[in-house]
């Protein structure tokens, strides 16, 4: 069974700086989708980047960046020029590409605070 | 373009009742997963339903259980309301079956079961 590690329950940073949010995965697929979302105060699940397993190149979205390290199963995100509407919890999430099996996986979230 | 939408937003229940979530996906979105976050936990998967059919079930009792209707809208039904269903439950929707298309979030509806 796959499974979705997030080590951080918090992280903190300050406004305008750079901060890496860790996600480890545990799975014996070779094809499958990571992703990460944010989910702020209001509750509504944002996608915020999303990276395929077969491609090497890093997945970037805007600030939003990615280390995809798959022999490693590690997939972190780094926000750059971080702001304040930065903060948030934010998933780490895997889903298999294997017909039949579209649930999501997550980890249990890192809370990122934002200092001014 | 509208997003997924979910009713009511909040939900007060007492022990033993039954609860009943409602969610619309986007439109043209055939898909809808449902996700129970209680509190200090990630989400667990609970159903996905696609064309009308429940396609895959997460590690819960049959007490939870859904629908999906002709327009692609569902219906999460949980019977014999426990406490420990106290959690924020969240739809959400994807273009269809092919393997590679994105989840889109609700805003969830947050079930309290006193």
């Known amino acids: 069974a796959q499974t979705v590690t997030q080590s951080q329950p918090e992280m903190s940073v300050q406004e305008a700086e750079t901060v890496t949010l860790s996600c480890t995965y545990d799975?014996?697929?070779?094809?499958?989708?990571l992703f990460w979302y944010k989910q702020p105060p209001s509750r509504q699940m944002i996608l915020v980047i999303r990276?395929?397993?077969?491609?090497?190149q890093n997945a970037t979205e805007n600030r939003f960046s990615v280390n995809f390290q798959k022999a490693a199963k590690s997939f972190s995100l780094k926000i750059s020029d971080s702001q304040l509407g930065d903060a948030a919890m934010y998933f780490c999430?895997?889903?298999?590409?294997?017909?039949?099996?579209?649930?999501?996986?997550f980890g249990t979230g890192t809370r990122l605070k934002v200092l001014a | 373009e509208a997003g997924v939408t979910q009713s009511p937003t909040h939900l007060i229940k007492t022990r033993g009742q039954q609860a009943t979530l409602r969610c619309s996906p986007i439109?043209?979105?055939?898909?809808v997963y449902w996700y129970q976050q209680a509190l200090g936990l990630g989400l667990q998967f609970l159903l996905w339903?696609?064309?009308?059919?429940?396609?895959n079930r997460g590690n819960f009792p049959p007490r939870f259980s859904g629908r999906q209707f002709p327009n692609y809208s569902s219906e999460l039904n949980v019977n014999a309301l426990e406490l420990e269903d106290s959690a924020l439950y969240l739809c959400?929707?994807?273009?269809?079956?092919?393997?590679?298309?994105?989840?889109?979030f609700g805003p969830g509806t947050r079930l309290l079961v006193l």
């Open positions: 959400a929707s994807s273009p269809g079956t092919g393997g590679r298309e994105t989840q889109y």
């Open positions: 799975t014996s697929e070779s094809d499958y989708y």
């Open positions: 990276q395929e397993a077969y491609k090497q």
């Open positions: 999430a895997y889903r298999s590409a294997r017909s039949g099996t579209y649930k999501y996986i």
């Open positions: 439109s043209g979105h055939t898909s």
């Open positions: 339903y696609d064309e009308g059919e429940e396609r």
